[in-house]
C-alpha cells in the first residue's frame, strides 16, 4: 500500500495508512470482545463507525452481514475500500443514514471526537438505527493512557503546548456515556470500564515500540515541536515512561482502557 496521510483540522492528527498497518494493527486484533458483543448475523445491515483501513469491517463482513464502513479521513477511506468494501466518508457528526441499519458498530474510534461534539455525534448515529436496532461499541474510557498523557504533558509545557487539550480526545466514565447515550435516544443494556494493558508491538526494524506509538498516534501533538526538538522530546517522553510502562523483560505494556457498551436505539 502507498503511503498516504490526511491531517485531522481539529487535532493535526495525521494518518498514515502504512504506518497504521505496520503499527497499529493490535486495535483491529484486540477487538474480540466488542466483535462478540456485537454478534453480527447473516444478512443484517451493519454500519462500521470510524472503521479505518477496514481490517475489521472486513472481519465483520467475513461472517455474512452487509457491512457500509464510514470514517472521516480520506486516507482511511482510500485503504478500506481497496478492499472491496462499501466504505463512506463522512464524520460521524454528519452522517447522512435515516433508519436503515440494524446495526451501528464502533471499536476505537468514538474517543477521537470531542466532548461538545459527543451529542451531535450520539444524535447521527441514533438516527442511523432502525428503532430497536443496536448500537455496540468499545472506545478509550476514563484514565486511558493516563501513564503516556501525563508524560507528554510533563515533556511539552515547558514548550508552551498543551498536549492533552491539543489531542482533544475524550475518555468518559461509564456514568458520564450512560447519561450521553440516554439523552440522545439510546436505552442503555449495558457499559463497563475495562482496563486493558496492552503489548505494544516491537517493530520490524527493532524500532522502539513507544517511539513509534507516540510518532504514530500522538503527531498532531508532537508536530507543534519545532522540527529540531521533537527528537529529544520523544526522547525524554520515552524516559519518563519506561520505568512504568517497560516490564523487567524489556516489553512495553500500555495502559490502555476501554469502555464498552451495547445500547438499542
Ligand atoms: C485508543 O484506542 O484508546 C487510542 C488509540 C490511539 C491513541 C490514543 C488512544
Same mark, same amino acid.
Given at each position: 500500500?502507498?503511503?498516504?496521510?490526511?491531517?485531522?483540522?481539529?487535532?493535526?492528527?495525521?494518518?498514515?495508512?502504512?504506518?497504521?498497518?505496520?503499527?497499529?494493527?493490535?486495535?483491529?486484533?484486540?477487538?474480540?470482545?466488542?466483535?462478540?458483543?456485537?454478534?453480527?448475523?447473516?444478512?443484517?445491515?451493519?454500519?462500521?463507525?470510524?472503521?479505518?483501513?477496514?481490517?475489521?469491517?472486513?472481519?465483520?463482513? #467475513?461472517?455474512? *452481514?452487509?457491512?457500509?464502513?464510514?470514517? /472521516? !479521513?480520506?486516507?482511511?477511506?482510500? +485503504? &478500506?475500500?481497496?478492499?472491496? %468494501?462499501?466504505?463512506?466518508?463522512?464524520?460521524?457528526?454528519?452522517?447522512?443514514?435515516?433508519?436503515?441499519?440494524?446495526?451501528?458498530? #464502533?471499536?476505537? *474510534?468514538?474517543?477521537?471526537?470531542?466532548? /461538545? !461534539?459527543?451529542?451531535?455525534?450520539? +444524535? &447521527?448515529?441514533?438516527?442511523? %438505527?432502525?428503532?430497536?436496532?443496536?448500537?455496540?461499541?468499545?472506545?478509550?474510557?476514563?484514565?486511558?493512557?493516563?501513564?503516556?498523557?501525563?508524560?507528554?504533558?510533563?515533556?511539552?509545557?515547558?514548550?508552551?503546548?498543551?498536549?492533552?487539550?491539543? +489531542? &482533544?480526545?475524550?475518555?468518559?466514565?461509564?456514568?458520564?456515556?450512560?447519561?450521553?447515550?440516554?439523552?440522545?435516544?439510546?436505552?442503555?443494556?449495558?457499559?463497563?470500564?475495562?482496563?486493558?494493558?496492552?503489548?505494544l508491538p516491537i517493530g520490524?526494524?527493532?524500532?522502539d515500540p513507544m +517511539?513509534t506509538w507516540?510518532?504514530?498516534?500522538?503527531?498532531?501533538?508532537?508536530?507543534?515541536?519545532?522540527?529540531?526538538?521533537?527528537?529529544?522530546?520523544?526522547?525524554?517522553?520515552?524516559?519518563?515512561?519506561?520505568?512504568?510502562?517497560?516490564?523487567?523483560?524489556?516489553?512495553w505494556?500500555?495502559?490502555?482502557?476501554?469502555?464498552?457498551?451495547?445500547?438499542?436505539?
Amino acid at each position: 500500500m502507498k503511503d498516504s496521510l490526511a491531517t485531522s483540522a481539529s487535532t493535526g492528527q495525521t494518518w498514515n495508512t502504512t504506518a497504521y498497518a505496520a503499527h497499529g494493527r493490535f486495535v483491529a486484533t484486540l477487538a474480540t470482545g466488542v466483535v462478540g458483543l456485537l454478534n453480527p448475523q447473516p444478512g443484517e445491515h451493519i454500519l462500521d463507525v470510524g472503521c479505518g483501513d477496514g481490517a475489521l469491517t472486513e472481519q465483520l463482513a #467475513s461472517t455474512g *452481514a452487509v457491512l457500509t464502513g464510514v470514517d /472521516a !479521513s480520506p486516507t482511511m477511506v482510500a +485503504a &478500506a475500500r481497496a478492499r472491496g %468494501l462499501n466504505i463512506d466518508h463522512h464524520s460521524v457528526e454528519s452522517l447522512p443514514y435515516k433508519h436503515q441499519f440494524d446495526a451501528v458498530f #464502533s471499536n476505537a *474510534a468514538l474517543h477521537w471526537i470531542p466532548a /461538545a !461534539s459527543q451529542p451531535t455525534a450520539l +444524535a &447521527a448515529i441514533h438516527q442511523a %438505527l432502525r428503532p430497536g436496532g443496536r448500537f455496540v461499541a468499545e472506545m478509550g474510557g476514563h484514565a486511558n493512557i493516563a501513564s503516556i498523557r501525563v508524560a507528554l504533558q510533563s515533556v511539552l509545557t515547558p514548550y508552551g503546548i498543551d498536549a492533552e487539550s491539543s +489531542a &482533544a480526545s475524550f475518555y468518559p466514565s461509564p456514568d458520564t456515556y450512560r447519561r450521553l447515550l440516554s439523552a440522545a435516544g439510546f436505552t442503555v443494556q449495558s457499559i463497563e470500564i475495562i482496563p486493558r494493558p496492552t503489548p505494544l508491538p516491537i517493530g520490524s526494524h527493532g524500532e522502539d515500540p513507544m +517511539a513509534t506509538w507516540l510518532t504514530t498516534f500522538r503527531n498532531g501533538v508532537l508536530d507543534r515541536l519545532p522540527p529540531a526538538d521533537r527528537a529529544q522530546a520523544i526522547k525524554n517522553t520515552v524516559a519518563l515512561l519506561e520505568p512504568v510502562l517497560c516490564d523487567t523483560d524489556g516489553n512495553w505494556i500500555a495502559d490502555y482502557v476501554r469502555l464498552r457498551f451495547h445500547a438499542i436505539a
